[in-house]
């Protein structure tokens, strides 16, 4: 079975020219943000955030002594940040306590999911926070072209790009008043998109390959939540013409296994992680599952080999779906097609 490389973000922002210095910002700045108004006063020096693309994105912009604390992990942390990431409080490694996060006066709030902070956060809403003087920002990769009122992980109205992604970064540059590095990070990522997919371009694919993305299980024996059409698997999905077999809007539905099975995936993509919310966040339960489920082995991709281990934070909207795009390009250049 294909492993992931290494998912290594290079990004050295000196390599790429980004023509004359951007404008400072202006405070206070007035943002518009996965539908509200907010404006920042002044740039942050105590940001908590809650979501991992948030803290890598900050941490990628060169902000990591704003950083007093984090929460909600997938992944260890890029390579690259592991020594600034090891110096700064972790609040919990998935949700946080909205007590846990206002106990450290942050001045600002930096969010992956609106289901953490939102109209309806778990964490708490913006209102709470604002209340208390904290502003709230949320990456737009989780809003923009996605319907979070749905429930669950919400269901995209439009096909997410990295577009979203690189707007987060910009805004936050901004809302740091650090334009150049947000401009710079966006071509390192652009740059990188680009040679990923011209990678999967030259793979000269056949035609009708097909894929399945498992990210997780809230028990082995229950339906998987399967990667909907429109996400960041989706993305990758679109890119090397693969069509993604769960043809759902939502982000991350549950697809009974047999349902799976009957559609009989060219390739099967599993999220490898650290967290352990679920049995099946364990890769080696996954791979275990797949061995010996009387369904889900028979299926074509498992027999034949073609299991591609991603990472799972890949997976979602970050920065890190262009990482994951390198990773099934590469893993889909090892594999055999054909009976």
Not at 20 to 35: H, I, K, R, V, W
Not at 144 to 164: A, Q
Not at 209 to 228: E, V
Not at 229 to 236: L, S
């Amino acid at each position: 079975m294909q492993t992931a490389f290494a998912l290594v973000a290079a990004i050295t922002v000196n390599a790429f020219a980004t023509g004359a210095a951007a404008q400072p910002t202006d405070y206070p700045l007035s943002l518009t943000n996965c539908g509200r108004d907010i404006t920042i006063d002044r740039a942050p020096q105590s940001t908590i955030t809650i979501g991992q693309s948030a803290t890598e994105i900050i941490y990628a912009l060169g902000l990591a002594d704003k950083v007093v604390a984090t929460s909600v992990w997938f992944s260890a942390v890029l390579p690259e940040f592991a020594d600034a990431n090891s110096r700064i409080e972790r609040l919990a490694d998935n949700d946080p306590s909205f007590e846990s996060v206002v106990s450290k006066n942050p001045d600002l709030v930096a969010v992956q999911y609106e289901w953490h902070v939102g109209p309806s956060g778990i964490v708490g809403t913006h209102e709470m926070f604002a209340d208390l003087g904290i502003a709230t920002y949320t990456i737009p990769a989780d809003c923009d072209t996605k319907d979070n009122t749905t429930g669950g992980d919400g269901t995209r109205t439009g096909t997410f790009t990295p577009s979203s992604i690189y707007k987060g970064i910009k805004e936050l540059s901004a809302i740091y008043d650090v334009q150049d590095a947000g401009l710079e990070l966006v071509a390192s990522l652009k740059s990188r998109e680009a040679d990923a997919i011209e990678m999967a371009q030259n793979l000269a694919l056949p035609d009708d390959i097909t894929a399945a993305f498992w990210f997780s299980s809230a028990d082995l024996q229950t339906d998987p939540y399967m990667a909907g059409r429109m996400g960041a698997p989706g993305y990758m999905m679109d890119q090397l013409g693969i069509e993604n077999v769960v043809q759902s809007d939502e982000e991350w539905p549950t697809v009974g296994w047999e349902t799976i099975a009957r559609a009989d995936p060219t390739v099967l993509v599993i999220a490898e992680m650290d967290r352990r919310r679920y049995p099946a966040d364990n890769i080696e339960a996954k791979l275990e599952f797949l061995r010996t489920d009387p369904v889900a082995s028979q299926m074509t991709a498992v027999r034949k080999g073609r299991v591609v281990v991603m990472d799972a934070h890949a997976m979602s909207a970050t920065m890190r779906t262009i990482f994951g795009l390198e990773t099934l390009a590469m893993a889909l250049s090892t594999f055999e097609f054909g009976s």
